[in-house]
């Protein structure tokens, strides 16, 4: 058992949190103290080590600051906004709350009901060990709960807000989305900091379920500053003919991992989920994502893509498990990466494990350089050596961003990307449309 684990369990007995979530905390933090620590030799931990969260000594729970709101900028757009700040509401800068969307210490004697029936039930502890911490710590969160029939008249823009504190220190977020039959909704979870040198771990975890023929839009943005640690995950239960359209995207950091789970339990679910990870200088960062399709006539479509630039390390582990009564299965994988270094590095494991002889499925994955001949022709006709690349890199990725269905998330990203690549917001504009 490792420091960390320990220190882990004496935060959890500091928290307060309400008794009714006291049977679920209990069992999680003895599961916790129970369960291996990864290594090197742990498969689905082999390409990015827990060095960082053991060497830091995280001891201390975050706490709110006020002196934020100049350093970070929010997506524009009319949402019912929530935001916590080192893991502590903010009710100063959030929206007054619509019915349905309520914080778990807020919760009614029927938000409690939902909230026991379906917290902690969606993810497996057992394969994902730190959603068994974010268990054992769960205190606040928030619940999203549309019935049956309506839809969210607004999406739900949930803001996490880190910053620096005097001694190194965590923030646990927790989300609960539960759409009934026929329900509608769009959630926006977006991770962000402040630019001065952070010095938190955050352990983020998002469970949903998907109702009958209901339909989510989700988007996770991950874009804090490269020395916070974060390991957070989404999973998903997708009921008969419920349909998920999921986009996710991650610059790097000292220890950035995010878990996808998505399990196809009804007939007829649909799931379409793209990525982007963007990692530069040392970072890294680490997608693994596994959908199972448990029951038949169920279609994936996953495209994930990455731009790893100076000695920047990514991975990428993407499965998909076909049960044997997941007849007429129609899935597919695709994993594209592109250096712009030679000392960039990426670990790319699509994998296709079928138990079913009825289906249709594909996957595959390219790691690859700028090419140096398309380089050269776009500078032959003046353009220059750093907006041939930029116009490169971005053409990687700008499909997928071309498929956002929330304009206010297209508007909010080009310019942050336009920074990253070394360019100007306009210049990316122009790309983005042509």
Not at 60 to 68: E, F, I, N, R
Not at 69 to 74: G, N, R, Y
Not at 304 to 318: E, L, M, T, Y
Not at 345 to 357: F, N, S
């Amino acid at each position: 058992m490792t420091d960390f684990q320990q220190d882990a369990v004496r935060l959890a007995a500091q928290q307060q949190s309400p008794d009714w979530l006291a049977s679920l905390r209990q069992q999680a933090a003895e599961d916790w103290l129970q369960a291996s620590w990864p290594t090197r030799k742990t498969e689905h931990w082999k390409y990015t080590p827990l060095l960082p969260l053991q060497k830091d000594g995280f001891k201390h729970w975050a706490k709110a600051t006020s002196d934020w709101q100049s350093a970070v900028e929010f997506i524009d757009l009319d949402a019912t906004r929530l935001v916590f700040v080192n893991g502590v509401f903010d009710a100063a800068n959030s929206s007054a709350l619509p019915e349905g969307v309520v914080r778990f210490c807020d919760a009614t004697d029927s938000a409690r009901a939902l909230i026991q029936q379906h917290l902690g039930k969606v993810v497996d502890g057992d394969r994902h060990l730190f959603a068994t911490l974010s268990n054992a710590w769960a205190a606040d969160g928030v619940l999203v709960h549309v019935p049956r029939n309506q839809a969210l008249e607004k999406p739900v823009y949930i803001v996490h807000v880190s910053t620096p504190g005097v001694e190194p220190a965590i923030a646990n977020q927790r989300v609960l989305v539960v759409l009934e039959e026929s329900a509608r909704a769009e959630i926006i979870e977006h991770y962000l900091s402040t630019d001065a040198v952070q010095n938190s771990f955050v352990n983020s975890l998002s469970e949903m379920v998907v109702g009958d023929n209901a339909e989510l839009q989700h988007y996770r943005l991950n874009l804090e500053e490269e020395n916070l640690l974060h390991l957070g995950g989404v999973h998903v239960n997708l009921l008969r003919n419920a349909r998920l359209r999921a986009f996710t995207l991650a610059q790097g950091s000292r220890l950035k991992r995010i878990d996808y789970q998505v399990n196809h339990r009804g007939a007829g679910a649909d799931l379409n989920l793209q990525g982007i990870y963007l990692p530069r200088n040392n970072q890294v960062v680490d997608y693994h994502t596994n959908v199972q399709h448990c029951v038949p006539h169920c279609t994936t479509n996953e495209i994930f893509r990455g731009i790893i630039a100076d000695s920047a390390h990514a991975v990428f582990n993407g499965r998909i498990h076909i049960f044997p009564d997941a007849q007429k299965t129609l899935a597919e994988l695709s994993n594209k990466n592109l250096l712009t270094s030679n000392k960039a590095e990426v670990d790319t494991k699509p994998e296709l494990e079928i138990y079913a002889d009825d289906v249709k499925c594909a996957h595959g994955a390219t790691v690859s350089q700028l090419n140096a001949t398309a380089l050269y022709y776009l500078q032959s006709r003046g353009v220059s050596r750093q907006e041939a690349e930029v116009m490169m890199s971005f053409g990687f990725i700008n499909e997928l961003l071309q498929d956002i269905a929330e304009p206010a998330v297209q508007d909010y990203l080009l310019p942050r990307l336009a920074r990253l690549f070394g360019r100007d917001g306009e210049f990316l504009q122009r790309l983005h449309h042509e």
